[in-house]
C-alpha cells in the first residue's frame, strides 16, 4: 500500500502515520483549531480500514464529495470494499480526535484464520463484498484510543507501543462478549420479555447509585428471576451486575475526563461510599487508577 497526505502538519493540528507491523498502519489525527483539516490518505482495495473517533465529528467524502458518512464522537467505522479501492478523503471538524487501523486483508486473514465463519465480512459469501460497519466504542477501546493520541513515552518505542495497541483494538472490537448476537437468540422470540429486560436495564442505570437486588428488579418488571438473568445475558452479553459495573465506569471515565469533580466525588456519582472501593473497582476494569487515568489525559 501507498499511503499518500497532502496535508503538512499545521500548529494546532496534528496528523501522522506509523506502520506498525508488514500491512499495518496506525493514524492519528487532532484537529485543534477552529477550521475544519482536509486529511487525504491513497488506501488501495486490499486493505480494511477501522476508524475511531474520540471527540468531536468528522466526515468521511466518497466520489467527489456526492456521498458523506459522518463519524460521530465515541463511535467506530470499518471500511472495506475488495472490489474498488477506498482512499480516504476525510474533513476532520474542529476539536475532533481520530485514530485509524489500517490493515492487509492478507495480514487480517493471519490473523483471524480460525473465526472467518464468526467475522462477517471473511465468511465464503461476503469475502468478495464490500463491507462497512458503525459501532459504539466501548470503555475498554477508549482507554487504549486515549494512550495511543497521547503517547508520550520515548520515542524510540513508539512502533512497538503503537502496534500492541493497534492489535489490541482489533482484539477488543471483535470480542464477542460485548454484542449479543440477536438474531440468534431464542429468547427474543418473546417480545414482552424483551421488553421487560430493556426496562430493567433501564431502572438499573437510572438507580446505580443504589440499584435494586436482582429480586427486587424481577419483581419490579414482572418476570421470573431466572428468565431476567437468562434474558438480560442474551441480550445484552453480560450479567445484570456486571453490566452496571461496566455502565458506573463509563459515567466515572467521563465524569474524570471533564475535571468538575474529584476522585472521591465520582466514586460517590457512581454510588461508592468509600473512594478506595471506588479506585479498586476502576483499576480492576481499565488496568489504572482514577488518578493517574486523568493523569494520561
Not at 459504539?136 to 486515549?146: C, F, H
Request: net charge neutral; glycine share 4%; with cysteine.
Amino acid at each position: 500500500m501507498t499511503l499518500s497526505s497532502s496535508l503538512k502538519n499545521v500548529a494546532k493540528g496534528s496528523f501522522a502515520e506509523t506502520q506498525v507491523d508488514q500491512g499495518v498502519f496506525v493514524l492519528t489525527y487532532q484537529n485543534e483549531t477552529a477550521r475544519n483539516q482536509t486529511v487525504e490518505r491513497f488506501i488501495d482495495s486490499s486493505f480494511i480500514q477501522f476508524h475511531f473517533c474520540l471527540k468531536g465529528d468528522s466526515d468521511f467524502i466518497f466520489n467527489n464529495g456526492s456521498y458523506v458518512l459522518n463519524i460521530a464522537e465515541e463511535t467506530s467505522l470499518l471500511l472495506y470494499n475488495p472490489q474498488r479501492d477506498l482512499p480516504i478523503h476525510l474533513e476532520v471538524k474542529p476539536d475532533c480526535w481520530l485514530v485509524s487501523v489500517l490493515i492487509s486483508i492478507k495480514k487480517f486473514h493471519g490473523l483471524f484464520s480460525q473465526e472467518a465463519d464468526y467475522i462477517t465480512f471473511l465468511s465464503s459469501d461476503n469475502k468478495d463484498k464490500k463491507y462497512y460497519k458503525d459501532g459504539k466504542i466501548s470503555p475498554s477501546m477508549a482507554i487504549a484510543l486515549n494512550q495511543i493520541v497521547n503517547f508520550n513515552l520515548n520515542s524510540s518505542i513508539k512502533t512497538l507501543y503503537f502496534k500492541g495497541k493497534a492489535y489490541e483494538l482489533l482484539s477488543l472490537y471483535f470480542n464477542r462478549g460485548e454484542d449479543a448476537n440477536i438474531e440468534q437468540c431464542p429468547f427474543l422470540v418473546d417480545e414482552t420479555n424483551v421488553a421487560k429486560i430493556k426496562k430493567a436495564k433501564d431502572i438499573i442505570i437510572a438507580r446505580m447509585v443504589e440499584p435494586p437486588t436482582l429480586q427486587e428488579l424481577s419483581e419490579e418488571i414482572s418476570l421470573p428471576l431466572k428468565k431476567l438473568k437468562e434474558g438480560f445475558k442474551q441480550i445484552y452479553g453480560d450479567s445484570v451486575f456486571s453490566f452496571l459495573l461496566d455502565y458506573k465506569m463509563e459515567v466515572a471515565r467521563k465524569l474524570l475526563e471533564t475535571g468538575n469533580d474529584n476522585v472521591n466525588e465520582v466514586g460517590l456519582k457512581v454510588g461508592y461510599s468509600t473512594s478506595s472501593h471506588f479506585i479498586a473497582a476502576f483499576k480492576k476494569k481499565y488496568g489504572i487508577t482514577p488518578k493517574k487515568y486523568v493523569q494520561s489525559i
